[in-house]
């Protein structure tokens, strides 16, 4: 792929959505799903499900919540999922945006 390509910004973005897409379209019982979005005891990949669905929906501190508990459980989890998300998030979202000036100094907790 040429490099022009492979580094715009679009398509990468485009590139990132339909990774939390793909793993929301994994979601069986999206009703259940949701009831479950405020129990941090919950297995990490439904928290990644809900995450995921939360972005592909805009619903950006929801998904937040979700990184955040899912960093509580298992920071590790697939690869740094919710890091790796965070940042994304916060690069789509701006510094000054309310959610990232939020939630970033979290991501700083679980990352040292």
Do not use: C
Request: proline letters at 3%; zero cysteines; hydrophobic letters at 40%.
């Amino acid at each position: 792929m040429p490099e022009d390509i492979i580094k715009n910004s679009d398509i990468n973005r485009f590139k990132q959505e339909l990774t939390f897409l793909a793993i929301a379209n994994e979601i069986t019982d999206l009703d259940a799903l949701l009831a479950q979005s405020d129990n941090m005891d919950d297995a990490p990949i439904a928290m990644q499900q809900r995450a995921a669905f939360f972005i592909a929906n805009e619903d950006y501190e929801k998904a937040f919540k979700q990184l955040q508990y899912i960093m509580d459980k298992d920071k590790h989890f697939d690869d740094d999922f919710s890091r790796r998300s965070m940042l994304t998030l916060i690069s789509w979202l701006g510094a000054e945006h309310s959610l990232v000036k939020q939630y970033k100094p979290a991501l700083s907790r679980y990352t040292h």
